[in-house]
């Protein structure tokens, strides 16, 4: 039971490139979140999936994209990364049917991403 | 929409001493509250959570209280270790999970 996995676990990219984080949960859970940490600061939602199919923005959605691909996996886009966003990327999934309402969180190991 | 405030944003006390972390909410209707501790360059992890229903909890050396009239919860650690120091999170879920800024906690030895 590996819980919740993200790749890659660094990254550097130049300003413009694109890529995408991927995360996959095996714990059957309904919800799946991203967050980002920049240094010193807390936890801000990105994006976040309900359920299969479903997608909504969270505190600072601008410059990303995510694709709810299946129950397991849910992946987070940036098309054209700028400096700003350079952060550790957290994956989270939880067993509510809606967001972390009142259900445990399990977080992945995150991602490490410099945009130069 | 939902908002947390987190105090204090850094606390450092002597090992052996007692530390407690209180965090403020807006939405009256979040009925579950967490608390997450992150160590440096980890993920964070639940440690202990309460739900509206139930005043207090505790676990060992950890313990959460909750008021919801005043809506705020608070985190205690007693007789804290060296392996306490830590980042600490509490959340107010509700339809947006919304963290707390985080409390750095030191324990000196």
């Known amino acids: 039971n590996a819980g919740v996995t993200q790749t890659p676990k660094f990254q550097v990219l130049k300003t413009g490139q694109s890529m995408t984080l991927q995360c996959a949960q095996d714990?059957?859970?309904?919800?799946m979140y991203w967050y980002r940490q920049d240094p010193g600061m807390g936890l801000r939602l990105i994006y976040y999936s309900a359920s299969e199919g479903t997608t909504d923005k969270g505190e600072v959605p601008n410059g990303y994209n995510v694709s709810r691909l299946n129950k397991r996996e849910f992946s987070l886009r940036l098309e054209s990364a700028a400096p700003s966003q350079t952060s550790v990327y957290f994956c989270?999934?939880?067993?509510?049917?809606?967001?972390?309402?009142?259900?445990?969180?399990?977080f992945g190991q995150g991602t490490r991403l410099t945009v130069v | 929409g939902e908002n947390v405030e987190q105090h204090p944003s850094t606390l450092s006390v002597q090992e052996g001493d007692s530390a407690v972390i209180k965090c403020t909410y807006s939405?009256?209707?979040?009925?579950?509250f967490p608390w997450y501790k992150q160590e440096l360059g980890k993920r964070p992890q639940l440690i202990i959570d309460?739900?509206?229903?139930?005043g207090e909890k505790k676990d060992q050396r950890i313990a959460v209280t909750l008021n919801k009239t005043a809506k705020h919860f608070s985190l205690h650690i007693t007789e804290t270790q060296p392996e306490d120091s830590a980042v600490y999170f509490c959340?107010?879920?509700?339809?947006?999970?919304?963290f707390g800024a985080g409390t750095r906690l030191f324990v000196k030895a």
């Open positions: 939405d009256s209707a979040s009925n579950y």
């Open positions: 989270a999934s939880s067993s509510s049917a809606r967001s972390l309402m009142n259900t445990e969180a399990f």
């Open positions: 309460i739900r509206s229903n139930v």
């Open positions: 959340a107010a879920p509700l339809f947006k999970t919304i």
């Open positions: 714990m059957n859970h309904n919800s």
